[in-house]
């Protein structure tokens, strides 16, 4: 295996174990062990765990670029706003839901303090937030969404979406008896209607 091949590995390895035990409830020597290397051979490419860490976060990023780039520009060029959130959310479900170690990484890295998880919210605050909030202030400008900050309409809608994946991921909740695209519906619903009785 060349050693282009084996820091990959590691990586991915690293990834998994660090999304099921965390940064700090996972040793070097579980790392080798889970690789098939001695711990050595570990520090040959990464000189601490911290720059392992490092090396994944670059890694996710990539990642995650390549794998929503295409479909968050769809969402984007979605031009009235029931289509556009209702594309948004089902975007953001399919995040928490298709591949459930990345939130379970980030979500260990914020409660152990890790500096790094800091890293990955700047990163993912410019590859995909920024986009959907320039998104919703055409749309506040458009008067299809009330006069609002648009951070604050983003972020609104997004928590009763993101909350939904959160507490069925780590809380095992059940989910809904709906297919994913009819729950979302109902976030949509309720975000542009609200909830009080009228």
Do not use: C
């Given at each position: 295996?060349s050693g282009g091949e084996r820091r990959a590995?590691?990586?991915?390895?690293?990834?998994?174990?660090?999304?099921?035990?965390?940064?700090?409830?996972?040793?070097?020597?579980?790392?080798?062990?889970?690789?098939?290397?001695?711990e050595p051979v570990l520090y040959q490419h990464?000189?601490?765990?911290?720059?392992?860490?490092?090396?994944?976060?670059?890694?996710?990023?990539?990642?995650?670029?390549?794998?929503?780039?295409?479909?968050?520009?769809?969402?984007?060029?979605?031009?009235?706003?029931?289509?556009?959130?209702?594309?948004?959310?089902?975007?953001?479900?399919?995040?928490?839901?298709?591949?459930?170690?990345?939130?379970?990484?980030?979500?260990?890295?914020?409660?152990?303090?890790?500096?790094?998880?800091?890293?990955?919210?700047?990163?993912?605050?410019?590859?995909?937030?920024?986009?959907?909030?320039?998104?919703?202030?055409?749309?506040?400008?458009?008067?299809?969404?009330?006069?609002?900050?648009?951070?604050?309409?983003?972020?609104?809608?997004?928590?009763?979406?993101?909350?939904?994946?959160?507490?069925?991921?780590?809380?095992?909740?059940?989910?809904?008896?709906?297919?994913?695209?009819?729950?979302?519906?109902?976030?949509?619903?309720?975000?542009?209607?609200?909830?009080?009785?009228?």
């Open positions: 295996m590995q590691i990586v991915t390895t690293a990834f998994d174990l660090f999304a099921q035990n965390g940064f700090r409830g996972t040793t070097t020597r579980e790392l080798a062990h889970a690789v098939g290397v001695s990464f000189s601490n765990k911290r720059d392992l860490y490092t090396a994944i976060v670059e890694h996710l990023i990539e990642q995650e670029s390549h794998r929503f780039e295409d479909q968050l520009q769809a969402v984007l060029r979605e031009e009235e706003v029931r289509p556009f959130l209702q594309a948004f959310g089902e975007l953001v479900l399919a995040w928490y839901l298709e591949d459930q170690r990345l939130p379970r990484l980030l979500m260990f890295s914020a409660l152990e303090g890790h500096e790094l998880a800091q890293i990955w919210h700047e990163r993912a605050m410019a590859l995909f937030f920024a986009p959907v909030n320039e998104k919703v202030d055409r749309l506040v400008e458009a008067g299809q969404l009330k006069k609002m900050e648009p951070t604050v309409l983003t972020r609104s809608f997004m928590s009763m979406v993101a909350h939904y994946g959160l507490v069925t991921i780590f809380f095992k909740l059940p989910q809904f008896d709906l297919s994913r695209e009819e729950t979302v519906a109902r976030f949509v619903e309720l975000f542009l209607s609200g909830a009080e009785r009228r």
